[in-house]
């Protein structure tokens, strides 16, 4: 699934509750480089045009 491949690539941060969530938000403010790192991860991932990729493959083989 998205969030699996995403935590795999390093592209993502995650939390489990507020306590989790509150921890993550005070280490990048402490630590602004793992904020990059993850956005680094994330630009070599994306695929701005993964929508209309999808949309011409799938009306590509539609009938008129």
Same mark, same amino acid.
């Given at each position: 699934?998205?969030?699996?491949? %995403? =935590?795999?690539? &390093?592209? /993502? +941060? @995650?939390?489990?509750?507020? $306590? *989790?969530?509150?921890?993550?938000? *005070? @280490? %990048?403010?402490?630590?602004? @480089? #793992?904020? @990059? !790192?993850? /956005? $680094?991860?994330? =630009? #070599? ?6 929508? /209309?990729?999808?949309?011409? +493959?799938? %009306? &590509? &083989? !539609? #009938?008129?």
């Amino acid at each position: 699934n998205n969030a699996r491949t %995403l =935590r795999a690539r &390093g592209a /993502c +941060f @995650e939390a489990h509750d507020v $306590e *989790g969530l509150m921890r993550l938000v *005070g @280490e %990048l403010i402490a630590r602004p @480089e #793992k904020m @990059e !790192a993850v /956005c $680094e991860a994330v =630009r #070599k991932i994306a695929r701005p045009s993964a929508a /209309c990729d999808i949309a011409d +493959f799938v %009306l &590509g &083989g !539609a #009938k008129p």
